[in-house]
């Protein structure tokens, strides 16, 4: 028979099973230490800055340049196979240094270690390190103090624990000793504590049931540690592309190889020229101007308070399609705030300001002040936490002690209500601490004017009240006025507030309950969503990015705060964890597109639903700054923390974090990564237009019969220098402001999409006919051979610096100062012309690089019918933007249309 679990077994079954009413004897505490180990988290070996090094080599692109360094190699052709070698080593250095720090290992779990609890052993009170206990400990906890492992509750005095970060849920939750049923959600089990959370109030003893890895906490960090960290869209488009180079690399190889022996050539010469056929068929430079794009990125995110855990996430936060975000601590403030006050017999009473602040305003009538400032101070004298002004170390106001009563102390505030005079002038004498079962506490002031004050669930306080204030009046709580002030907190809850009622009566005894109250009031209360976070939501569905709130909180809390920030729009669902416990994966499948709140979801349950939106082929980014966010931050394709309200879990566990907490601050993320994106692929279109030209340029000469128009070494030197001046520098190009506008980009997307591809063919036309012009040109002309090849090399080099200006916009002309922006590629153009002036002129050089000075005629005939690159791309955006204009004035023709056809409609 299965043992039910330990909130399902009555307390002191389970402490005289695990030890007794003194706790465990010193020794049976060491023996079962010995047993099963301390209250920590096993170590995983964090990977070494070697491993991060090798890691940056395992792409196909970077797999040919080595195939192809080693057949230099084997060809004695070490120059060329130095340069190779070089390029890879420095994308990889670049690369394993960006990545050093993206280390998700469980650290913040173990510092669980440091902490120091007070156990009963042998009777006797001791304080001892967390990573000490065992199961059968007892353990003795007050207001403040942190939950070393998870325990059994056996006594408990007002007990409130912030479970925020393990379960999401933002509203303390009162603890009992009282056996639950089995299956209770973990947010529910009001008889557990939980390693890792916090108490708020209370005092309490407890017997250690779970410690180290076996407790909750324990398992998140086993789904952490086992979540599978998914290839980044740009790694899995890199790969596919690599796959595509290798595959056209090999018969190419073959091709060049069988025309080298239909003309007799060496097989020395034949091997050598179909390297340099591979060679110019790899794009060289795009590793590392990957790279560079990558870390430009990090660089300027870090700018906007984004920290960058992983450089790959760069990019795949520009592809995102669903944002899966933590709502309690993300998307609203972690502060609960009164905004909704009723007045008996007279109706609601809007109250503005959001957080501890004390900064708004009470909405109410002049004849309904005065019942609105009895109803405030009442509340505020039955409250135990406390306002924290800003100082040294925030300048935000802070709450001490349970955040639902802060906020009675902030609508007090709000009141321009000092509430340590209210404190001063009627000091609490006694009190009936909050109990769970009646879901009601009680206190008695004194001073000049003493009472007694109530507050809790309207339910618990209707039975002890006879009378209700109107106006400031006293007048009786007949059955219809009890009526009334249950479809107020009705409608209240219908909008997510959490309600309670303020009672007050005349002093007396507390041994029980006062009777014979006066109903004050309604306070509505929600932790409000952060002011920015609305425009943010608005922004990303203008992207097509879908947002989705996933909260341990209840479903109808959830969905009130996403019609409010438009997450969850007509038509749109709520889950709760229970219902989707009973999915399988195909009935998931088919709910994803309609459910924008999960919610009461566990750990397990989070994680599901992140491989379920990947598996569908979704590009999820999962915010969240608590415990139980960790397996999701770890599993999605971009996990991203929160970095001042988060955990230290979660931000170990994510690949991004988010400095300043604001939700907004990720939708700069995604543009920053679409333009590290957009970038990359206009590398690509340089890169791949000349590769592509290179390789018709040296087969059509290799075919018609004629010598070599390029050298092995030149094309090398094109491939990484000339190449690799103006490319690293292109990747550098800022926004182009149309980022936000469009779509994502599919998973599946290739690198290489059609249109880019019609594009990459007209310009490596172009290429061709400018080079292969000037080669059989110089041939014609009798030109020698070295001097042939120095032309060649040179209208090649040319017509790459104009393809440069050609590929920073599908659709702007390059004609305009816009290039001026960015300082980096006219540096790297600069930079390229000078270099390529001292191989060709140099005499040092001339020998390393076959080259020979040409007349200064040449070379301005040479960069004029190179221009011819720049004209004909110049073309086809003119004809583009014209076609586009086009578009929009007939779809702005056909909206006037049906505007006019609905007017009339209307009219008729």
């Known amino acids: 028979m299965t043992r039910p679990p330990w909130h399902a077994r009555p307390a002191e079954e389970i402490l005289a099973e695990l030890s007794g009413p003194g706790g465990l004897s010193p020794e049976a505490a060491a023996r079962r230490l010995a047993e099963l180990g301390p209250n920590a988290l096993p170590e995983a070996p964090p990977r070494t800055w070697l491993a991060v090094f090798v890691r940056q080599f395992l792409s196909p692109l970077i797999y040919l340049l080595l195939v192809a360094a080693g057949l230099a190699i084997a060809l004695g052709e070490f120059g060329d196979a130095v340069v190779i070698i070089a390029v890879v080593c420095t994308n990889a250095a670049v690369g394993a240094y960006q990545e050093s720090r993206a280390e998700r290992s469980l650290s913040a779990l173990r510092r669980l270690s440091e902490l120091t609890t007070r156990v009963i052993r042998g009777g006797v009170e001791l304080a001892l390190p967390a990573r000490a206990l065992v199961p059968g400990d007892v353990i003795a906890l007050a207001a403040g103090d942190a939950v070393p492992a998870d325990a059994r509750v056996l006594e408990v005095a007002s007990v409130q624990v912030s479970e925020a970060a393990l379960t999401g849920e933002s509203v303390p939750v009162d603890k009992s000793a009282d056996a639950q049923a089995a299956d209770t959600v973990l947010a529910d089990r009001r008889s557990m504590l939980f390693a890792g959370t916090l108490l708020l109030s209370g005092r309490t003893r407890a017997v250690v049931v779970e410690t180290g890895a076996r407790t909750e906490v324990g398992h998140i960090a086993k789904l952490t540690a086992g979540a599978r960290e998914p290839a980044t869209p740009l790694e899995q488009r890199i790969a596919r592309f690599g796959r595509l180079v290798a595959i056209a690399a090999l018969p190419l190889f073959a091709l060049v190889v069988a025309i080298g022996l239909l003309r007799g050539m060496p097989i020395s010469d034949i091997v050598l020229v179909a390297v340099s056929q591979v060679v110019g068929m790899v794009p060289e430079g795009l590793p590392i101007a990957m790279t560079v794009a990558l870390a430009v990125g990090v660089q300027r995110l870090a700018a906007h308070r984004t920290i960058v855990r992983r450089i790959s996430a760069v990019e795949t936060l520009g592809s995102i399609s669903v944002i899966c975000s933590d709502k309690t601590g993300t998307l609203t403030m972690n502060q609960m705030t009164v905004t909704r006050l009723h007045l008996p017999g007279r109706g609601d009473v809007a109250v503005t300001g959001v957080g501890h602040a004390p900064v708004g305003e009470v909405q109410c009538a002049e004849d309904e002040v005065a019942d609105v400032r009895a109803l405030a101070r009442a509340a505020a004298l039955c409250s135990d936490a406390a306002l924290l002004p800003p100082g040294p170390e925030t300048s935000e106001w802070r709450a001490a002690g349970d955040p639902t009563e802060a906020a009675l102390l902030t609508l007090a505030g709000k009141l321009h209500m000092d509430t340590a005079t209210l404190a001063a002038e009627a000091p609490r004498e006694a009190e009936l601490a909050f109990d769970p079962m009646v879901r009601r506490m009680a206190i008695r002031h004194g001073g000049a004017a003493p009472g007694v004050v109530v507050k809790g669930a309207l339910e618990a306080l209707l039975p002890l009240c006879s009378h209700q204030t109107v106006r400031g009046v006293r007048v009786a709580l007949d059955d219809a006025a009890r009526a009334a002030l249950l479809a107020a907190e009705a409608r209240l809850a219908g909008q997510a507030l959490r309600v309670l009622a303020i009672a007050a009566g005349p002093p007396g005894p507390l041994g029980d309950w006062p009777t014979g109250l006066t109903m004050l009031g309604l306070c509505g209360q929600l932790d409000p969503p952060r002011p920015e976070v609305k425009a943010a939501v608005a922004a990303c569905r203008a992207a097509g990015i879908r947002p989705i709130m996933i909260t341990g909180d209840h479903a109808s809390t959830g969905m009130a705060v996403a019609r409010e920030l438009d997450i969850a729009r007509p038509g749109d669902v709520a889950v709760e964890g229970r219902e989707l416990a009973s999915w399988d994966a195909a009935q998931l499948g088919r709910e994803l597109p309609r459910v924008a709140v999960f919610a009461r979801v566990e750990p397990a349950q989070k994680l599901r639903l992140v491989e379920a939106l990947q598996a569908v082929g979704e590009v999820v980014a999962m915010t969240g700054d608590g415990v139980n966010d960790a397996p999701a931050l770890a599993q999605a394709d971009v996990g ?269």
């Open 640 to 908: 991203v923390a929160m970095g001042r309200g988060g955990t230290e879990v979660a931000k170990q566990a994510s690949q991004v974090v988010i400095a300043d907490d604001h939700f907004e601050t990720i939708v700069q993320a995604v543009e920053q990564g679409r333009i590290v994106y957009r970038n990359l692929k206009k590398a690509l279109l340089l890169l791949v237009s000349t590769s592509l030209a290179e390789i018709v340029i040296l087969l059509a000469a290799m075919l018609l019969g004629y010598p070599p128009p390029l050298a092995a070494v030149q094309i090398l030197w094109n491939n990484v220098v000339t190449e690799g001046a103006i490319t690293v520098n292109l990747v550098m190009e800022p926004g182009e402001g149309d980022e936000m506008q469009v779509a994502p980009v599919p998973r599946r997307e290739p690198l290489l999409t059609r249109a880019l591809g019609l594009r990459t063919l007209l310009m490596s036309s172009t290429i061709t006919l400018v080079v292969l012009g000037t080669y059989f040109g110089h041939v014609a002309a009798g030109f020698s051979a070295a001097h042939t090849q120095t032309a060649t090399f040179t209208v090649l080099a040319v017509c790459e610096w104009y393809n440069v200006l050609n590929c920073r916009s599908a659709t702007r002309s390059a004609l305009d100062l816009s290039v001026l922006r960015n300082r980096w590629l006219m540096g790297g153009l600069l930079v390229g012309n000078l270099l390529h002036a001292a191989v060709v002129f140099v005499p040092p050089l001339n020998r390393i690089f076959r080259t020979v000075a040409m007349p200064w005629w040449e070379v301005l005939l040479i960069g004029g019918s190179a221009s011819l690159v720049l004209w004909v791309e110049e073309l086809r955006k003119l004809l583009l933007r014209r076609r586009l204009r086009a578009q929009a004035r007939r779809g702005q023709t056909r909206a006037s249309g049906a505007a006019s056809s609905a007017l009339g409609a209307g009219s008729a």
